[in-house]
């Protein structure tokens, strides 16, 4: 896995005289939230998550604590926002209410369509990041992140538990931990915080609740979040976005430009070759049913066939691509260095 | 007086022993030509530094660690608009060769695609791929050369090594102050040939064209138009002589001038050899500048003498009588020119220091030239029958146009003319209050818009997402301080808050590299891209970035952050500073100190704010200097605010013309306005001390002007012209900054000397109430 790998990578590291001169101290520094600064290039700075809240009111996030609002996709306003965390995720259940989520385990919440925004939860202590954020309505939510973190809430945000699915865990993980609880119960809750893999992305689609995250993890549930079902591995790569078509297809897009197709709701699924070998960060879909791929490099690809055939139109300035709307007949995408409106030749 | 009894002991002395005065100014001449023969043109980069300033300070504390601010670029540009093919790799790679083994280049900074330090890393599904951007097994076929481009882009050097259009490539070094070959300081103008001969000439070819710029190209460009400098001199000195002819109308009074202003040039050059200077490319218009005021000098010498044989006088009572007329006003002058230019010693940068001395030296050797030795030799001339009738009949017109002048010192004229100049005044000092300090221009504002130098920097900017205008603020903090949350966050911040800077055009720091490397980590996605919070993953993230990328030293305690800029010109560079400033100072402490700047942009700030600090002292120092002089020859408050207020003026009207012509004050101007002072200061000396007996014996004020036009008007007005005349030819020059210098200068001859033909008898009017 992954992190394994990381300590490998860590070791080669070591030999550096640096890192030798580094490993004396290792206490986490105590962070306090700063609020974000307002500048000029808050639109050109790196973005990872843009929604509609309402008809033609977008919001988008990103580093340092930057939350932008616009009514034409174009002219964008910094909101102020208290903390200077990379964000990742934001979600409106309405034209009013809406969650932000980040580093250090940052939760976000506004009541006034984004303009203002006040902490629910900060714990830079922890070090890791949530990576989505869904709400069913104004009260009932969850955010989820790395290594496995997992947050619920049941009155809009004014507490957030935190969750641990055991079913969420690799079926080796799971005799290990069952096992452990038994003969080390301290063990066993400090091997929790990090058995899991990285949660990168919930979606709701109908009934169901998908998760896609590291190592080619897919999650569903069907009780809205009560309980989980990972499915058996076909990809052991990272995933980071999962997309259920409106003809009912279930896309995942991950690492090095692996998209997995299954029409049989997770059953089985069907490796879709790509033009393309960078990381893909999103799939979104416009309301004419056409498929839109965002990724690392520049990586844009379009499909009007459901996803089985997909054309290159990545963007020749190379910038990473982190997620994206289609609206009318252009695409808004919010990349690693801000926003940026384009059209999209789809005569192609 | 003792004064008196003075000058007419060294004059006996002087004049009964012309021959023994001659054969020593032979031997010194002779002497001196030998040595002026070995001046060079010198342009070490250290001269154009302040070397006291706290910027620099800074700069030369981390010097060794980071290199200086003296670099250059290199663009190599194929002409079919991508550099991805055989040719242009091969020449590319031999070019970095031929940069690395130049002397003078510190080896290990050299950077281009071809420097081993060039390396990429990327994410693969079972962690990290990694190596040189041009691998050892490197072929230059198609597949060689995708594989390059794609390393190249996963390395992020597009836009530093590679244009953001791939059309060009990028080799950057860096410039020792001391050739390690030789140990002598390094030969700025040798290395820029060597660039211009080994590097240009040698790969410019139809398909490969060749961009050069940086300080050291910047001088080397600069010293070769300042050859043609010279033949600007040819000219200036061939007007000269024509019209020094035309005023005297004898040969041997037009050759004797002129020959002892050069022998004063000669004389200012040999003794800087002898000193050990060389001269700097920008103080290459001083010898003009001397020769200028010592024509100015002889022909006040010629005209008197020339006026005494026609009154009757044989040569040698003629000259031996003019010496001692003009001994006095003619040394007060020039004393006050050298100990004005000796002024600009305060300022501490070198090549400004350098020019106090050359200046000074100049005008001091003219008292020799040109009060001494131009008499003693005038009073050998034989003057024919037919000059002495020549010079002798009244001329009539003259006379009248004379005294039409002279109304001038007449209450009513003077009152408009003070009107008028009050106007100027009040209109002068408020455009130069405009003045700008520093560049004004982006490019090297010495040399034209159009210059190869200015149109190289204008592709590499235009191309590249780099150039040499970049400032460095070193953060300087604890041991191992890249292994703390907190202190990278705050460098984190610093970066950012700078980056949001109008005309910052990017920033990078080891927190910015670190978190991109974060993200790599995190399977190259950007949504971990973030400073970890944990030791541990700190370390990991910022380990991985090796000193010679400059981004910290060995123990990271010091990690600049590099700004670029947009431009070098002054409003941005100080709207820089001062956020930078503010920003430092709020997100520093004790520990971790953001302190101002090296890099090319932190040394132009560092000089702008010398110059800046500089301009108002020196200008106090220059005038009281020549108040002091004033004072003491004159012993009148009056005769000495009559002298000064022109002048003064015109100082202030030359800066308001500099705002015009939009000449920022930066080291190579700001000694202008002092050396303008220099040349006005004789003109209206030597119209005072005529009058100022007669005055003082009570005589009316128009007919001691009358008197005084009469005696040295001509010369005066003459001087003024010829002079500007032949600076005036500069504006055709290849140097821009030359070019600037004769529209300054031609201004300040034509001016000054109205100023003390117009103004100063108007001041009079009213400062000598009694002998209206």
Same mark, same amino acid.
């Given at each position: 896995m992954h992190k394994y790998l990381l300590a490998g990578c860590l070791s080669a590291l070591a030999l550096t005289p640096l890192a030798a001169a580094m490993t004396e101290q290792s206490a986490l520094p105590p962070g306090e939230a700063k609020p974000a600064f307002m500048v000029p290039l808050a639109a050109k700075s790196l973005l990872t998550d843009v929604v509609e809240i309402t008809n033609g009111q977008f919001a988008a996030v990103g580093d340092r604590g930057h939350i932008l609002l616009s009514q034409d996709g174009t002219n964008w306003q910094q909101a102020q926002v208290p903390v200077q965390s990379l964000l990742t995720s934001v979600y409106f259940t309405d034209a009013d209410y809406g969650w932000a989520v980040g580093h250090d385990a940052t939760i976000l919440h506004s009541q006034d369509g984004g303009k203002t925004w006040q902490i629910q939860q900060f714990l830079p202590e922890t070090d890791k990041p949530l990576m989505d954020v869904y709400f069913f309505d104004r009260q009932r939510g969850m955010a989820v992140g790395a290594y496995g973190m997992f947050f619920t809430t049941n009155d809009g945000g004014n507490t957030w538990d935190k969750a641990f699915y055991l079913s969420l865990a690799s079926v080796d993980d799971q005799e290990f931990l069952a096992e452990l609880e038994e003969t080390d119960p301290e063990g066993y809750l400090l091997e929790r915080e990090s058995v899991l893999p990285h949660f990168n992305r919930l979606i709701v689609a109908g009934q169901q609740i998908l998760m896609v995250g590291e190592a080619g993890f897919v999650a569903i549930s069907e009780d809205a979040g009560e309980s989980w079902r990972r499915l058996e591995e076909f990809y052991n790569g990272s995933l980071f976005d999962i997309h259920r078509t409106q003809a009912g297809t279930l896309l995942v897009a991950g690492l090095r430009g692996n998209l997995f197709r299954s029409t049989d709701n997770g059953e089985s699924w069907q490796d879709i070759a790509l033009p393309v070998s960078a990381t893909l960060n999103s799939i979104f879909e416009d309301d004419s049913g056409k498929l839109y791929l965002a990724g690392n490099a520049g990586a844009l690809l379009l499909s009007e066939d459901d996803g089985l055939n997909f054309v290159d139109q990545s963007q020749a300035d190379g910038r990473a691509v982190l997620n994206g709307l289609a609206i009318a007949e252009q695409v808004l995408l919010v990349t690693e260095a801000g926003v940026k409106l384009t059209t999209i030749n789809k005569s192609e | 007086m003792s004064m008196n009894w003075l000058v007419n002991k060294f004059e006996y002395s002087l004049f009964r022993h012309r021959l023994v005065v001659l054969v020593l100014f032979a031997v010194a001449t002779l002497v001196l030509l030998w040595r002026a023969t070995d001046i060079k043109l010198d342009a070490a980069f250290s001269k154009n530094i302040p070397l006291k300033h706290e910027y620099m300070q800074t700069y030369l504390k981390h010097e060794q660690d980071? +290199? +200086?601010? &003296?670099n250059i670029l290199i663009a190599m540009c194929d002409a079919s608009g991508d550099i991805f093919n055989a040719n242009f790799f091969d020449s590319l790679r031999r070019a970095h060769d031929d940069v690395v083994y130049t002397p003078g280049v510190e080896r290990v900074l050299v950077k281009s695609l071809f420097s081993p330090s060039t390396r990429f890393i990327e994410v693969v599904e079972d962690g990290f791929a990694g190596g040189p951007v041009i691998p050892a097994d490197f072929t230059p076929d198609a597949e060689g050369l995708a594989r390059v481009k794609e390393n190249a882009e996963k390395a992020g050097v597009i836009g530093r090594m590679v244009a953001d259009d791939y059309s060009c490539a990028m080799i950057t070094a860096s410039l020792l102050e001391y050739d390690p070959e030789t140990n002598l300081p390094l030969d700025t103008i040798a290395f820029a040939g060597k660039l211009e001969n080994d590097i240009r000439a040698k790969y410019q070819t139809e398909q490969v064209s060749v961009h050069i710029i940086g300080f050291a190209k910047m001088v080397g460009d600069v010293a070769e138009g300042a050859k043609g400098v010279v033949a600007f001199f040819g000219v200036a000195i061939v007007i000269t002589t024509f019209m020094v002819f035309l005023f005297c109308r004898s040969v041997m009074l037009t050759v004797l001038p002129i020959a002892c202003s050069l022998i004063a040039v000669v004389w200012q050059m040999g003794l800087l050899t002898v000193l050990g200077f060389g001269i700097d490319p920008m103080s290459i218009l001083v010898p003009f500048l001397v020769f200028a005021i010592g024509v100015s000098h002889g022909v006040q010498m010629i005209n008197s003498t020339g006026k005494r044989v026609a009154a009757g006088m044989n040569a040698k009572t003629a000259a031996q009588a003019s010496f001692r007329k003009l001994l006095i006003p003619g040394g007060v002058a020039l004393l006050s020119d050298t100990v004005g230019f000796l002024t600009l010693l305060i300022i501490e940068i070198g090549v400004i220091r350098e020019l106090a001395i050359t200046a000074s030296l100049g005008v001091a050797v003219i008292i020799l030239t040109n009060l001494i030795l131009l008499p003693v030799l005038m009073s050998f001339v034989r003057f024919s029958k037919a000059y002495q009738e020549r010079v002798a009949k009244p001329n009539v017109a003259a006379d009248k146009a004379w005294y039409a002048l002279s109304a001038f010192a007449t209450r009513r004229y003077a009152a408009v003319i003070l009107a008028c100049t009050a106007l100027l005044f009040a209109y002068g000092y408020w455009q130069s209050q405009q003045l700008k300090i520093g !560049?004004?221009?982006? +490019?090297?504002?010495?040399?034209?818009? !159009? /210059?190869r130098y200015n149109q190289d920097t204008f592709l590499i900017t235009d191309r590249f997402a780099? /150039?040499?205008d970049y400032i460095n603020v070193m953060v300087e903090s604890i041991p191992s301080a890249c292994t703390h949350h907190d202190i990278m966050d705050r460098i984190d911040q610093f970066q950012w808050l700078m980056e949001n800077v109008p005309g910052v055009q990017s920033a990078v720091s080891l927190p910015s590299v670190s978190k991109v490397i974060n993200a790599a980590y995190n399977e +190259? &996605?950007?949504?971990?891209?973030v400073l970890p919070r944990n030791a541990q993953s700190l370390v990991q993230a910022s380990s991985r970035v090796e000193t010679s990328t400059g981004l910290l030293n060995a123990d990271c305690s010091v990690m600049p952050v590099m700004i670029f800029l947009e431009d070098h010109k002054a409003e941005t560079i100080e709207r820089v500073v001062a956020a930078a400033k503010q920003h430092g100072a709020e997100l520093g402490d004790a520990d971790t100190r953001f302190m101002l700047a090296t890099g090319p942009a932190g040394v132009m700030a560092a000089t702008n704010e010398a110059v800046s600090a500089a301009q108002q002292p020196m200008m106090w120092y220059v005038y009281a200097a020549v108040i002091l002089l004033c004072l003491l020859s004159f012993r009148s408050v009056r005769a000495t605010a009559a002298v000064i207020i022109p002048l003064y003026v015109v100082s202030v009207l030359a800066t308001a013309l500099m705002t015009k012509l939009q000449i920022g004050l930066t080291v190579s101007t700001l000694p202008v306005i002092a050396l303008g002072v220099g040349i006005g200061v004789d003109y209206g000396i030597y119209i005072l001390s005529t009058m100022s007996q007669q005055l003082r014996d009570g005589m009316p004020l128009r007919q001691a002007y009358f008197e005084a036009l009469k005696e040295r008007g001509s010369a005066v007005l003459f001087t003024g012209i010829t002079l500007a005349i032949g600076v005036s030819t500069w504006v055709f020059s290849a140097l821009k900054f030359q070019v600037d210098m004769g529209i300054l200068l031609t201004f300040m001859f034509i001016v000054n000397m109205l100023g003390a033909i117009v103004v100063l008898p108007a001041l009079a009017a009213f400062f000598w109430r009694k002998n209206n």
């Open positions: - | 980071f +290199g +200086g601010a &003296n !560049d004004l221009h982006a +490019g090297a504002p010495a040399l034209h818009e !159009d /210059s780099i /150039s040499v +190259g &996605n950007a949504k971990w891209r």
